[in-house]
């Protein structure tokens, strides 16, 4: 009924999580296996499963950038993992993306909206994508020392690049009040850096990779100094409103392991406690490290490494709490991989001897090849279902989400005769041949029914002008039934040029008759701006039999709306309406 929901969609929808753990683990995990024996019947007749691994440079790839494959491999890995979470599909565009859209750039706005409506269109495809993607370029990362693990860290760079701007906001860069304790300037920004130094050859990242990424961390480490100092980031409170100890408390109430919690809160009530002293502690400790890694690589320095990597580990369990518990995690949060980064650029690892392996290269390079084949098979079945889903028609998700499935069924329509807005008479299935796709609108609602209007318009639109359907809405309001009620809702909502759309009204008695045969409850009293009436769509068809009775309490989005009109679409061509 208008007004009366609020649209707030439950993240673990039952019938959503099952079409998600069915896309993930059944037809998903079906067409990845068959791409990846398809790979592997390549590798095989080309000999090159035979050489995975074993090339030249893979033999002697520095150790430095051995744990950097491993590190962020399994970064990579568990941020996969941590997308087969079933509240993804319909919380990670609203839950996630959307608070951080507050106070960006209105390009980046836009931008991060857009990704949004994208995502909200697509939720199942999209989700299983990035899942079985992130997955995949974990696998090839850890496994595969030569070009399939630096197409891999390609692929990465690109990806991590594309969430920091659309998913993580640009890591909070554009936004007041942004602290590196916090997540700035974004986890994903690091494993861009990382995917980078992996696609570059080993060469290359011998010689450049310590100076140039300490030096870069350095840089980021002196800017987030600057932004601890600032008042706005409120680090300077004591009490309750320090930032650190109201972050802390609000993070420590989401279910997790008792003791990441009581240290987490600990740290809050001690910042709380000594005020300023506390931040005063924290840029001590930012402007010590980003000096000392900005000379480690040449001086040779190992305490800035040990310095910085220590501290990132407490505040990555203190000031951001893990960020690995509350339903719709999606990675380690920023300092967790930033201390990985900056551990493989020490260097100690740099001047470090190729890594000696004690299993033999021939059983490695066999078993790699074929968890790099299925990696590989992630990597492209998820690539072409992310960009295929994202230029399809809108997924019914949303609008199951909110309303659940549509009936079917085999009644016979009330017939009705009516007053339509050209004030001609209306009978139900007066065309012959001609589906009736049948709801109820109160021409005086600024709530719900303009939302079923849009509806009504977007699915017009996406059917050839020859279809046969009539669209026919029956007025909803005892006290706004006239025709010139009718016309002004048509006007104002833009629906005068929507072929074969009816919208009926008459002697109240006879209203009254049609709201009870489809079963409409409408209650309104004189004093009210408009009533409150049930919200459902009928399909009948041209024998004259309701075939769908569909639920459609609107969704106040264009993905939402989108979404329904799917459903729709769906069902109507079901009665062969296409």
Same mark, same amino acid.
């Not at 649209?7 to 099952?18: T, Y």
């Not at 070009?147 to 860290?153: F, K, S």
């Not at 279910?255 to 502690?281: D, E, K, Y």
């Not at 079963?519 to 004259?544: E, L, P, Q, R």
């Given at each position: 009924?208008?007004?009366? %929901?609020? %649209?707030?969609?439950?993240?673990?929808?039952?019938?959503?999580?099952?079409?998600?753990?069915?896309?993930? &683990?059944?037809?998903?995990? &079906?067409?990845?296996?068959?791409?990846?024996?398809?790979?592997?019947?390549?590798?095989?007749?080309?000999?090159?499963?035979?050489?995975?691994?074993?090339?030249?440079?893979? *033999?002697?790839?520095?150790?430095?950038?051995?744990?950097?494959?491993?590190?962020?491999?399994?970064?990579?890995?568990?941020?996969?993992?941590?997308?087969?979470?079933?509240?993804?599909?319909?919380?990670?565009?609203?839950?996630?993306?959307?608070?951080?859209?507050?106070?960006?750039?209105?390009?980046?706005?836009?931008?991060?909206?857009?990704?949004?409506?994208?995502?909200?269109?697509?939720?199942?495809?999209?989700?299983?994508?990035?899942?079985?993607?992130?997955?995949?370029?974990?696998?090839?990362?850890?496994?595969?020392?030569?070009?399939?693990?630096?197409?891999?860290?390609?692929?990465?760079?690109?990806?991590? #690049?594309?969430?920091?701007?659309?998913?993580?906001?640009?890591?909070?860069?554009?936004?007041?009040?942004?602290?590196?304790?916090?997540?700035?300037?974004?986890? =994903?920004?690091?494993?861009?850096?990382?995917?980078?130094?992996?696609?570059?050859?080993?060469?290359?990242?011998?010689?450049?990779?310590?100076?140039?990424?300490?030096?870069?961390?350095?840089?980021?480490?002196?800017?987030?100094?600057?932004?601890?100092?600032?008042?706005?980031?409120?680090?300077?409170?004591?009490?309750?409103?320090?930032?650190?100890?109201?972050?802390?408390?609000?993070?420590?109430? @989401?279910?997790?392991?008792?003791?990441?919690?009581?240290?987490?809160?600990?740290?809050?009530? @001690?910042?709380?406690?000594?005020?300023?002293?506390?931040?005063?502690?924290?840029?001590?400790?930012?402007?010590?490290?980003?000096?000392?890694?900005?000379?480690?690589?040449?001086?040779?320095?190992?305490?800035?490494?040990?310095?910085?990597?220590?501290?990132?580990?407490?505040?990555?369990? /203190?000031? +951001?709490?893990?960020?690995?518990?509350?339903?719709?995690?999606?990675?380690?949060?920023?300092?967790?991989?930033?201390?990985?980064?900056?551990?493989?650029? !020490?260097? !100690?690892?740099?001047?470090?001897?190729?890594?000696?392996?004690?299993?033999?290269?021939?059983? =490695?390079?066999?078993?790699?090849?074929?968890?790099?084949?299925?990696?590989?098979?992630?990597?492209?079945?998820?690539?072409?279902?992310?960009?295929?889903?994202?230029?399809?028609?809108?997924?019914?998700?949303?609008?199951?989400? +909110?309303?659940?499935?549509? !009936?079917?069924?085999?009644?016979?329509?009330?017939?009705?005769?009516?007053?339509?807005? &050209?004030?001609?008479?209306? #009978?139900?299935?007066?065309?012959?041949?001609?589906? /009736?796709?049948? =709801? &109820?609108?109160?021409?005086?609602?600024?709530?719900?029914?303009?939302?079923?209007?849009?509806?009504?318009? #977007?699915?017009?639109?996406?059917?050839?002008?020859?279809?046969?359907?009539?669209?026919?809405?029956?007025?909803?309001?005892?006290?706004?039934?006239?025709?010139?009620?009718?016309?002004?809702?048509?006007?104002?909502?833009?629906?005068?040029?929507?072929?074969?759309?009816?919208?009926?009204?008459?002697?109240?008695?006879?209203?009254?008759?049609?709201?009870?045969?489809?079963?409409?409850?409408?209650?309104?009293?004189?004093?009210?701006? *408009?009533?409150?009436?049930?919200?459902?769509?009928?399909?009948?068809?041209?024998?004259?039999?309701?075939?769908?009775? @569909?639920?459609?309490?609107?969704?106040?989005?264009?993905?939402?709306?989108?979404?329904?009109?799917?459903?729709?679409?769906?069902?109507?061509?079901?009665?062969?309406?296409?």
């Amino acid at each position: 009924m208008p007004g009366m %929901n609020p %649209n707030k969609i439950n993240l673990s929808n039952s019938l959503i999580v099952e079409l998600f753990r069915h896309a993930l &683990f059944v037809s998903g995990l &079906f067409r990845l296996t068959v791409i990846a024996v398809v790979l592997m019947l390549v590798l095989v007749l080309t000999r090159r499963i035979l050489q995975f691994n074993l090339s030249p440079e893979g *033999m002697n790839e520095p150790r430095a950038r051995t744990y950097l494959r491993w590190g962020f491999g399994a970064v990579w890995l568990i941020d996969g993992i941590l997308q087969f979470q079933v509240s993804m599909p319909l919380g990670l565009a609203n839950n996630v993306v959307a608070p951080l859209t507050t106070n960006t750039p209105s390009w980046l706005h836009s931008l991060m909206e857009h990704g949004i409506f994208i995502w909200n269109s697509h939720p199942i495809n999209l989700a299983v994508g990035t899942a079985w993607l992130q997955v995949g370029i974990g696998l090839a990362i850890l496994v595969s020392n030569g070009i399939t693990g630096r197409i891999a860290g390609l692929v990465s760079a690109g990806w991590a #690049s594309l969430v920091w701007l659309i998913g993580n906001g640009a890591g909070g860069i554009f936004v007041t009040g942004a602290s590196f304790l916090f997540g700035w300037p974004g986890a =994903t920004f690091f494993y861009a850096i990382a995917g980078v130094w992996l696609f570059l050859k080993p060469e290359t990242f011998r010689r450049w990779f310590s100076l140039v990424t300490l030096r870069i961390i350095a840089g980021i480490v002196a800017l987030g100094a600057v932004l601890q100092l600032l008042p706005s980031t409120e680090f300077w409170h004591g009490g309750n409103t320090n930032a650190l100890t109201a972050m802390t408390s609000f993070m420590t109430k @989401i279910a997790q392991p008792h003791w990441v919690a009581w240290l987490s809160r600990s740290t809050g009530v @001690i910042a709380g406690s000594i005020g300023g002293g506390f931040n005063v502690i924290v840029v001590l400790w930012m402007v010590v490290c980003a000096g000392g890694l900005w000379f480690a690589a040449k001086k040779r320095w190992r305490w800035p490494i040990w310095t910085f990597v220590a501290g990132c580990l407490f505040f990555w369990l /203190t000031a +951001q709490d893990t960020s690995l518990f509350g339903g719709v995690s999606t990675d380690f949060n920023s300092l967790l991989p930033l201390a990985v980064l900056a551990w493989c650029a !020490s260097p !100690s690892l740099r001047d470090a001897p190729v890594l000696v392996h004690r299993i033999p290269r021939e059983l =490695t390079a066999s078993t790699g090849a074929v968890v790099a084949t299925f990696a590989a098979a992630m990597i492209v079945y998820s690539t072409a279902l992310i960009a295929t889903s994202s230029l399809a028609s809108a997924e019914t998700t949303l609008y199951q989400a +909110q309303n659940g499935a549509a !009936s079917a069924t085999t009644t016979k329509a009330a017939n009705f005769t009516l007053t339509d807005q &050209f004030n001609k008479t209306y #009978s139900l299935g007066e065309h012959r041949g001609y589906v /009736t796709l049948l =709801t &109820f609108l109160d021409p005086r609602c600024y709530t719900d029914c303009p939302l079923l209007a849009q509806q009504l318009k #977007s699915l017009r639109a996406d059917l050839p002008a020859t279809t046969k359907l009539d669209i026919v809405a029956v007025a909803a309001d005892p006290y706004h039934e006239q025709l010139s009620d009718l016309r002004h809702f048509i006007a104002v909502r833009g629906l005068s040029h929507v072929s074969n759309f009816y919208f009926v009204t008459g002697q109240l008695s006879a209203v009254r008759k049609v709201w009870a045969s489809y079963g409409i409850g409408v209650t309104m009293t004189k004093s009210d701006v *408009m009533s409150i009436h049930s919200d459902y769509m009928f399909i009948i068809n041209a024998k004259n039999q309701v075939r769908w009775v @569909i639920p459609d309490d609107p969704i106040a989005s264009s993905s939402g709306s989108a979404s329904a009109v799917s459903e729709l679409r769906v069902l109507l061509a079901d009665e062969g309406v296409h």
